[in-house]
C-alpha cells in the first residue's frame, strides 16, 4: 500500500502521475461525497460536486503548495474547503427534493438497542437538519459530523470564527426546537451514529 502523504500525491499529481490521483480519490473520495450529500441534500449533486473537487485537484496540482506550518492536514483543509464551496455554489434545489436521496445513516455500535435508537434519532436529526439554511447546515457537517474546529470550519467557509460560531448557535436553537421531544444531548449522539465510511479523525 503506498504510504505517501497527501502533500507528496499532490507533488507527484502535479507531474501529471495517474496512479498518485487515483490513490489521492480512493482515500478521499467516499467521506468527500458523505459531507457533500449532507450540505446538498441530495447524492447525485453530492458525487457530481465530488467529482468537480477532485478535477480541481487535477487541475491545481502542479502549481499547488502546502501552506507553511499547516501540519500534516494541509491538503485536507484545502480540499474540504474546495469542496464546500462547490456544494454552497451549486444551484439550490427545493429541500423535500433530496430527502430521499441522503446517504443511508449506519450506526456500528454493538448494542442492539442503540443501534435502534441511534437510527430512529438519527433519521430525525437527517430530516431537521435538512430544514437549516444551507450556511448553518454546511457549518453543521463541518463541526459536528466532519470534527473539523471552528477555526478550520471559518476558513473553509470563508468567514470569521464568530460567524460561524454564530451559524452553529443558531442551528443547534433551530434543532432543539425541532427536535424538543428528544433528549437534550441527541445532536452529538446522532452526529456519533451519522458519521459514515472514512473512518475517525
Known amino acids: 500500500m503506498d504510504s505517501r502523504s497527501d502533500e507528496a500525491l499532490m507533488a507527484a499529481i502535479g507531474q501529471g502521475d495517474q496512479r498518485a490521483f487515483a490513490l489521492l480519490v480512493d482515500r478521499h473520495g467516499r467521506r468527500a461525497t458523505a459531507l457533500a450529500a449532507r450540505i446538498t441534500l441530495n447524492r447525485s449533486d453530492a458525487e457530481e460536486v465530488v467529482q468537480e473537487a477532485f478535477l480541481r485537484v487535477w487541475v491545481k496540482a502542479p502549481g499547488w503548495r502546502p501552506q507553511a506550518a499547516a501540519g500534516d492536514a494541509q491538503f485536507a483543509t484545502w480540499f474540504r474547503r474546495v469542496l464546500v464551496n462547490l456544494c454552497i455554489d451549486r444551484r439550490r434545489r427545493p429541500v423535500n427534493e433530496g430527502l430521499d436521496q441522503m446517504p443511508e445513516i449506519e450506526d456500528e455500535r454493538p448494542s442492539a438497542a442503540d443501534v435502534m435508537a441511534s437510527k430512529q434519532t438519527a433519521k ?21 459530523f466532519e470534527g473539523v474546529s ?44 451519522a458519521r459514515t465510511s472514512g473512518g475517525e479523525r
Do not use: F, W, Y
Open 150 to 193: 471552528n477555526i478550520e470550519a471559518a476558513s473553509m467557509l470563508g468567514l470569521s470564527v464568530g460567524a460561524v460560531e454564530s451559524l452553529l448557535v443558531r442551528a443547534r436553537r433551530a434543532l432543539k426546537t425541532s427536535l424538543a421531544d428528544l433528549a437534550a444531548d441527541t445532536l452529538p449522539l446522532a452526529a456519533a451514529a
Open 124 to 144: 430525525r436529526v437527517a430530516d431537521a437538519v435538512a430544514e437549516l439554511p444551507e450556511r448553518q447546515r454546511a457549518a453543521l457537517a463541518l463541526c459536528h
